[in-house]
């Protein structure tokens, strides 16, 4: 009994030993499959990961997959529609922007076409306003002018005017080189500027250059009828290309005028001073330096030399009218809507306020409408609002435009009557004096509450226009001493148009043409 007791119980045993050896061998060829095909996958997973290309980040600019459609022979449905998702994904983080900054970008260009049309504007304004016999070197002034300025613009003028780190006297000088590669570092997306600059550094630079050249146009007219040709030419050179920009980085680059009136910094949205007052003052120190036209002032009375084309003067003042729309829409720097429309309504209100103005104070004083104080008008309206278009409610562009006009017909009368200095086209009294007008009216019509004040706009208008008034005064003086500055009494009588160019500007068979030759 004991043995067969025995028998089981080993047998039970061996039972479990065998039971615990199979279950152990089961294990572990488990464990080894397990570890086996983790070891396999692993690495192919791993190797997956590192070959699949990174997706690119998401920028939520909508589903651009159906652009990339393609059909059975896998060609794009939409031919343009890769480069299109290409172009827009350039932008990267910016790419949610790309259709504001694209039609940002349109308005810009177009806007520099705009204020390129003014230079035509000048030209009729400049032309009609003086005498026939002095209408192609005028024409010829301003062909000149706009060509030379935006060269010297593109050479240093630029970055002289938006020196950024390259202060030469920290806030106050600067000269930059050439312009370079602007869509380089991200110049040509969204990064540039932002909401405050939407625009490319080539848009930047194109509508920047369009106002450069302005500055020599407003002392063109003033000094048209008597000044050398060589010598403007010179003198509008170094004008645009170190006075204008130097001036104006003071207020665009970032200078010194930013810290006035505390925190607001110096207000002059689209250049009221920067722009007109410095031509207007580089203007007078220009006449003051030429001296009158012959004939202009006689037994110390004012003897009116009257312009020969009333109409294109009236053709140069719309085309004016027409480019300020640039001039300051474009000043936006977006199409922000707005801003826009609000800087396009406080521009054409002063704008005619100013000419309603002139015309009602010159008919009261001369007893007679006249043209010359209403085209003026306009251009002064224009002028005083260039500095606050931004800022201004409807009703205090009116008042502005209006009190520019009135200051402008004023101006006019001192200067020629009292001051006795000739200025053929009215051009410091607009740009000059209605140009620190302007910018004083920042600190009085500003509905934005941004703390401008009269004294402090008026530390920055004064400054520029005496800056301008003293580079351009030490110019004119460098260059009458190194070959003279006025041409001869003979030469002015026959007319520059002879003179200088040998070229009338109407067929002698013109009798307006041959009449005033004559003169």
């Given at each position: 009994m004991l043995n067969i007791l025995y028998k089981v119980t080993m047998s039970e045993r061996n039972n479990n030993i065998k039971s615990n050896y199979m279950r152990t061998k089961l294990i572990g060829s488990l464990k080894s499959v397990f570890l086996f095909t983790l070891l396999t996958l692993l690495p192919m997973e791993i190797l997956a990961q590192e070959s699949a290309p990174s997706p690119p980040p998401s920028t939520n600019i909508g589903d651009l997959?159906?652009?990339?459609?393609?059909?059975?022979?896998?060609?794009?449905?939409?031919?343009?529609?890769?480069?299109?998702?290409?172009?827009?994904?350039?932008?990267?983080?910016?790419?949610?922007?790309?259709?504001?900054?694209?039609?940002?970008?349109?308005?810009?260009?177009?806007?520099?076409?705009?204020?390129?049309?003014?230079?035509?504007?000048?030209?009729?304004?400049?032309?009609?306003?003086?005498?026939?016999?002095?209408?192609?070197?005028?024409?010829?002034?301003?062909?000149?002018?706009?060509?030379?300025?935006?060269?010297?613009?593109?050479?240093?003028?630029?970055?002289?005017?938006?020196?950024?780190?390259?202060?030469?006297?920290?806030?106050?000088?600067a000269l930059g080189g050439s312009i370079g590669d602007l869509n380089a570092d991200g110049g040509s997306t969204f990064s540039y500027g932002g909401l405050d600059l939407a625009m490319t550094g080539y848009g930047d630079f194109i509508f920047q250059s369009m106002f450069a050249a302005t500055a020599a146009t407003i002392v063109s007219g003033a000094v048209a009828e008597r000044i050398k040709l060589g010598t403007f030419m010179i003198y509008a050179t170094i004008l645009v290309g170190f006075g204008y920009t130097i001036a104006g980085s003071w207020h665009w680059g970032g200078g010194w005028l930013a810290g006035l009136n505390g925190d607001a910094g110096f207000k002059d949205f689209a250049g009221s001073t920067v722009v007109h007052a410095f031509g207007g003052f580089a203007a007078l120190?220009?006449?003051?330096?030429?001296g009158p036209r012959s004939g202009k002032y006689v037994n110390g009375k004012v003897k009116p030399i009257l312009g020969h084309s009333m109409p294109l003067a009236t053709i140069g003042v719309f085309l004016l009218f027409l480019g300020w729309f640039g001039f300051n829409g474009g000043s936006v720097l977006s199409a922000n809507?707005?801003?826009?429309?609000?800087?396009?309504?406080?521009?054409?209100?002063?704008?005619?306020?100013?000419?309603?103005a002139a015309i009602s104070v010159a008919w009261i004083k001369f007893g007679k409408p006249d043209l010359s104080m209403a085209l003026n008008g306009v251009l002064a309206g224009l002028v005083g609002i260039t500095a606050n278009a931004d800022i201004v409610s409807p009703i205090g562009a009116i008042g502005i435009g209006a009190i520019a006009?009135?200051?402008?017909?004023?101006?006019?009368?001192?200067?020629?009557?009292?001051?006795?200095?000739?200025?053929?086209?009215?051009?410091?009294?607009?740009?000059?004096?209605?140009?620190?007008?302007?910018?004083?009216?920042?600190?009085?019509?500003?509905?934005?509450?941004?703390?401008?004040?009269?004294?402090?706009?008026?530390?920055?208008?004064?400054?520029?226009?005496?800056?301008?008034?003293?580079?351009?005064?030490?110019?004119c003086h460098i260059l009458k001493a190194i070959g003279g500055i006025r041409v001869s009494e003979e030469e002015e009588k026959l007319g520059l148009d002879v003179s200088e160019h040998g070229q009338p500007a109407y067929s002698p068979a013109d009798s307006l043409g041959s009449e005033s030759m004559a003169m």
């Open positions: 997959g159906p652009l990339l459609e393609k059909n059975e022979k896998e060609e794009a449905v939409n031919e343009y529609g890769p480069a299109f998702v290409e172009m827009v994904q350039e932008s990267g983080v910016y790419a949610p922007a790309f259709d504001f900054f694209t039609t940002s970008m349109l308005w810009t260009v177009i806007a520099a076409a705009l204020v390129f049309i003014m230079h035509l504007g000048f030209a009729c304004l400049e032309s009609g306003l003086c005498q026939a016999k002095n209408t192609v070197n005028i024409l010829f002034k301003n062909v000149f002018i706009i060509s030379i300025g935006v060269l010297t613009y593109a050479l240093w003028g630029f970055n002289t005017h938006y020196p950024g780190d390259s202060w030469i006297i920290g806030g106050w000088l120190a220009a006449v003051i330096v030429l809507p707005g801003p826009l429309g609000l800087v396009f309504t406080t521009t054409t209100l002063a704008a005619c306020a100013g000419a309603i006009g009135v200051i402008m017909f004023v101006s006019v009368i001192i200067f020629d009557s009292v001051l006795k200095i000739d200025d053929p086209v009215g051009a410091i009294s607009v740009h000059g004096i209605c140009g620190i007008w302007g910018t004083l009216a920042c600190a009085l019509f500003d509905t934005t509450g941004s703390g401008y004040t009269i004294g402090g706009q008026l530390i920055g208008c004064l400054s520029v226009c005496a800056f301008a008034f003293i580079f351009s005064f030490a110019l």
